[in-house]
């Protein structure tokens, strides 16, 4: 009998590492199959923080159709604009032909200085943190 060994991975990145309050921050979702032989079907990818505007998969390399294969990569991304220094866990599921489950997770932290934080108009934050330190 031949044995499966499905695997998933997400690689989850963040255009900026720090941002002022309310600027956006685009986060990249990389997803491949790390598996041996073992294409996965229903693919997801979720974040904990960045809920809504998830756009993707855009699927590079392979076949463009509903499985991940090896030696495919699907990229989603999600744009969010951040008030607080934000923490979030991207996670990637899919099945194999068995439907065994896999997830894979991963973790970017996007930093918003104190002190700048809960502002509404950037000049006006801007001056006030000037003023404070
Ligand atoms: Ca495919």
Redo the contacts with the bound molecule.
């Keep these: 009998m031949k044995v499966l060994k499905p695997g998933i991975k997400v690689v989850k990145t963040a255009n900026k590492s720090e941002v002022k309050p309310g600027d956006p921050v685009k986060y990249t979702f990389v997803v491949t199959n790390t598996g041996t032989d073992a294409?996965l079907k229903d693919v997801s990818l979720a974040d904990d923080k960045c809920t809504t505007g998830m756009t993707g998969p855009v699927?590079t390399g392979?076949?463009?159709?509903?499985?991940?294969?090896k030696g495919?990569i699907w990229t989603y991304e999600c744009s969010q604009n951040l008030q607080n220094t934000t923490t979030n866990i991207a996670t990637a599921t899919g099945k194999d032909n068995l439907n065994t489950e896999v997830t894979d997770t991963d973790t970017v932290t996007v930093k918003v200085p104190a002190g700048h934080q809960g502002g509404q108009d950037r000049q006006q934050v801007g001056r006030s943190c000037l003023a404070t330190r």
């Excluded at 392979?62 to 294969?69: C, I, K, S, V």
């Design positions: 294409p699927k392979g076949n463009q159709d509903a499985l991940l294969e495919e």
